[in-house]
């Protein structure tokens, strides 16, 4: 009973510091932190506990003919802005994952983004199963670009009156058009 006593504020604090990172610590724990902080046995450090303000993404698009561009939609990153964000916890989705720190680093030239762009223009089925939809399925497209958005959710109000969970707005270009040399 006591180790509930004295772990059940600590973890309500803990939950709540994780949804509000910014909020002020109550003094008494803040005397308590006072006190043993010269011996450094306690810290604020956090894995990704606070990354992102904001979301960029980036949308792939091919397309056969270089005029009409089709995204392609991943399993679990924001893509087309009606569609719900998905619940993927424990799963580690690797690629959506990679294409979230891709965005957030801006490293347009990094080689894993570079091969994951050849093999959708290759149609390579063991790249084009960790996409939600494969909008080639028959046959590979011409070109592949890239463009980086800023997502955001929309207010619930907006939710009801247009039915989108996200709102985004061009960036720019992040990966330029680009085709296979035949």
Not at 23 to 49: D, H, Q, S, T
Not at 79 to 100: E, S
Request: charged residues 25%.
């Amino acid at each position: 009973m006591i180790v509930l006593i004295v772990t059940l504020p600590l973890n309500l604090w803990l939950c709540y510091t994780a949804l509000k990172p910014e909020a002020e610590w109550p003094k008494p724990l803040l005397v308590v932190y006072a006190r043993l902080e010269p011996f450094r046995i306690l810290n604020g450090y956090g894995l990704f506990r606070v990354m992102t303000k904001e979301r960029p993404e980036i949308q792939v698009e091919g397309s056969a003919d270089g005029v009409d561009w089709v995204s392609y939609e991943f399993k679990w990153k924001p893509g087309d802005v009606n569609r719900a964000p998905r619940w993927c916890a424990p799963h580690q989705p690797r690629l959506d994952w990679q294409m979230w720190f891709a965005a957030l680093g801006g490293r347009r030239q990094e080689d894993w983004f570079q091969n994951f762009m050849v093999r959708l223009l290759e149609n390579e089925p063991a790249v084009t199963r960790l996409l939600a939809r494969n909008p080639f399925p028959d046959k590979p497209p011409r070109y592949v670009r890239a463009i980086l958005f800023k997502y955001q959710f929309t207010t619930s109000e907006e939710r009801r009156a247009t039915g989108a969970w996200w709102k985004r707005r061009e960036i720019g270009e992040f990966f330029p058009e680009a085709t296979l040399r035949r």
